[in-house]
């Protein structure tokens, strides 16, 4: 059974910094695009993060540019979001997703497998 599972999310304060994990399971997820989504309360899932095929390129939504950072541990299955100097508007459930080629996509409609999401909640 392929999964995705996240961890990691929690009650921060504005300014803090947290770091998501999503361990796959089932299949690798070294030789495809993964990505992190978002999605708060009455708004659309957006795209946080991508990261191609073996770590070759990476994309940013403008909002977290020079303060999140995507990157995996092919090893052990396992993507990361390192997000610094968290604001309020960041408050939102956090998805990992993979695709079935190696481009990033950002589109959620082109990631097939999903984990269940993890909280962020940011205080101000």
């Known amino acids: 059974q392929v999964q995705l599972v996240e961890s990691g999310g929690r009650l921060v304060q504005a300014g803090d910094s947290l770091r998501l994990s999503c361990a796959g399971s089932g299949r690798t997820f070294s030789n495809v695009a993964m990505g992190w989504f978002r999605q708060a309360p009455g708004k659309e899932r957006e795209i946080v993060a991508g990261?191609?095929?073996?770590?070759?390129?990476?994309h940013y939504a403008d909002s977290v540019k020079g303060r999140f950072t995507i990157s995996r541990d092919m090893s052990n299955n396992t993507l990361y979001l390192q997000m610094n100097s968290l604001a309020t508007e960041d408050t939102a459930v956090y998805f990992c997703a993979a695709r079935r080629t190696y481009g990033i996509s950002t589109d959620s409609h082109d990631y097939f497998h999903w984990g269940q999401g993890t909280q962020v909640t940011v205080s101000s």
């Open positions: 990261i191609s095929y073996g770590v070759a390129k990476t």
